[in-house]
């Protein structure tokens, strides 16, 4: 199972909106609504940011927003603050059973 | 609050056994899939398996022939066992829990900081 697809790095100024692609396969991302989206801050845990493609738990910002379109994913995140500067992972279950991570994107706010 | 917490060895010599532990405190163990999740370095993360207290498990199949799980619910833990390790397992290794929609496993909820784990003479 390869990995799924992430730009490397995103950048935004403060206020603005970014958007980062998840891209995969029929396998995964395409044929399965259990796509998750996570956040890893240095030195924190990975956090749950969205899960089932656009759910969020309680508790994460309305600004965390998330959809799904045939083999690709994408998160967005509105109204960009200092405190999103993170790294974040999108996964997807497979047809298989297993779960598939992206090789992760590093959000720079300017 | 659900809280995980990586211990083991942070080095590992070649061909043997690598050895981590996951204790879990604010929450219940039993009832609940539990996993394991690494990520090389400058790579990708990636799921090693999940295990049940009830005794299910299930594995990565580009891991399994190497890899056992399994959860104490008397001590909190859950445990990994990497056998026969070379420099590809030198990574970032996760504890997770997993969480359920509509009934199946879904999503990874809570997740520890991560051990970093080399494989080095």
């Known amino acids: 199972q390869s990995a799924l697809t992430q730009p490397a790095s995103v950048s935004g100024s403060p206020g603005q909106s970014i958007t980062i692609s998840c891209t995969g396969t029929?396998?995964?991302?395409?044929?399965?609504?259990?796509v998750s989206w996570y956040q890893r801050q240095p030195d924190k845990a990975p956090k749950l940011i969205l899960h089932d493609v656009s759910y969020r738990p309680s508790g994460v910002s309305t600004r965390f927003s998330a959809s799904k379109s045939g083999n690709s994913a994408s998160l967005t995140i509105s109204g960009l603050r200092a405190e999103d500067e993170a790294d974040y992972y999108c996964?997807?279950?497979?047809?298989?059973?297993?779960?598939?991570f992206g090789g992760g994107t590093k959000l720079t706010v300017l | 609050q659900v809280q995980l917490q990586e211990s083991g060895p942070g080095l590992v010599k070649p061909s043997e056994t690598l050895s981590l532990t996951c204790t879990v405190s604010?929450?219940?163990?039993?009832?609940?899939?539990w996993s394991w999740i690494r990520q090389p370095p400058g790579k990708a993360l990636e799921w090693i398996a999940y295990v049940h207290d009830g005794g299910s498990t299930f594995y990565n199949p580009s891991l399994k022939s190497r890899v056992t799980i399994s959860v104490d619910t008397s001590k909190r833990q859950l445990s990994l066992g990497v056998s026969s390790v070379t420099a590809a397992d030198t990574a970032v290794y996760y504890c997770?829990?997993?969480?359920?929609?509509?009934?199946?496993?879904?999503?990874?909820?809570?997740w520890g900081q991560g051990i970093l784990v080399t494989v080095s003479p």
């Open positions: 996964s997807s279950k497979t047809s298989s059973g297993a779960w598939v």
């Open positions: 997770a829990r997993l969480g359920y929609s509509s009934g199946l496993l879904s999503f990874f909820d809570y």
């Open positions: 604010g929450g219940s163990i039993g009832g609940y899939y």
């Open positions: 029929s396998s995964d991302v395409g044929g399965s609504n259990f």
